[in-house]
């Protein structure tokens, strides 16, 4: 893909854009690596393909981190003992599609349906959680952006896989564990959705309507959706488990010639402002001085 199939789009600042930044902000060419956390292994094409392939388009390396093994995708019983391996197998030819090499796919191998008890640096039982694998690994690989699944009602391996990504995340740029790694900030994050709709909250927030849930989108050609199917494909395995799925991306992705894909990106960590605050303590006192002139300013905004 080049670069000039993609655009993005800002829902907030109602602006369509062919640059990358509005996806990932301060984006630098040749100093960027997109790590995509996938709860299980087909959930990053399906959610996140666009931005794979437009993160490579514009110069930045794309590592996937896929949490859960597997073991419950099988639609047969006779099934049951190979699917593991079967998928893994899959995997590897599903992301080359993508232009992805196997080096740059990270199993973590958490068991499917059964990753959020395993949150955490070190368990009840002593043993390592999620956490002792990924700070180790963002900061290794020195992450610059994180995409992460819809962590709202989608699937208790997706929100326990958003939680991860959005708490252990922002650990891997602080000055902790340094065992571990020298700190290594990440510049942004991103929600990506596989199937259910995003949590209101930010819409709510900052003034769209509720059904308006994300608030970026990638926009491209039905070559780039025609290359996400394709890749999926691979996972002939798992064509009965995301059998509505993918009819529901043959309804829906791909109108009046442009296919798109939809995105949150979220601050982890939104700073506590004390500004309103005082302006509206500043009020309820009754003050009306010229020095809190700004402060009544920011409440009103």
Do not use: K
């Amino acid at each position: 893909m080049d670069r000039s199939d993609f655009r993005y789009v800002d829902f907030d600042r109602r602006a369509l854009s062919p640059e990358i930044a509005t996806l990932f902000p301060d984006w630098v060419p040749g100093d960027e690596r997109v790590m995509v956390f996938c709860p299980h292994d087909d959930d990053g094409p399906l959610g996140a393909g666009y931005a794979i392939l437009a993160a490579q388009a514009n110069g930045g390396e794309v590592f996937v981190g896929i949490f859960c093994d597997g073991w419950a995708g099988y639609s047969t019983p006779a099934e049951a003992s190979t699917i593991v391996a079967r998928r893994a197998e899959e995997t590897v030819h599903a992301y080359a599609q993508l232009g992805i090499a196997a080096d740059h796919i990270l199993r973590f191998n958490y068991p499917d349906l059964g990753l959020w008890p395993r949150i955490g640096w070190r368990l009840p039982d002593g043993q390592p959680g999620t956490m002792a694998q990924t700070i180790p690994a963002l900061r290794r690989l020195r992450i610059t952006r994180l995409l992460v699944p819809n962590g709202y009602r989608e699937h208790i391996d997706h929100e326990a896989t958003y939680r991860i990504g959005a708490y252990d995340g922002p650990q891997a740029g602080d000055a902790i564990l340094a065992e571990h790694g020298p700190a290594s900030p990440i510049r942004s994050f991103a929600q990506y959705a596989v199937w259910a709709d995003l949590s209101p909250e930010d819409a709510l927030v900052q003034g769209r309507p509720a059904y308006l849930r994300a608030n970026r989108a990638i926009v491209a050609p039905p070559s780039v959706e025609e290359t996400i199917t394709a890749a999926v494909r691979c996972w002939a395995s798992q064509q009965q488990v995301i059998a509505g799925i993918m009819a529901a991306r043959r309804a829906h992705r791909v109108r009046h010639g442009r296919a798109v894909e939809l995105y949150l990106a979220f601050d982890p960590r939104p700073t506590l402002d004390y500004t309103p605050y005082h302006a509206l303590i500043a009020q309820i006192s009754g003050e009306s001085t010229s020095s809190n002139q700004e402060e009544s300013d920011a409440l009103h905004l």
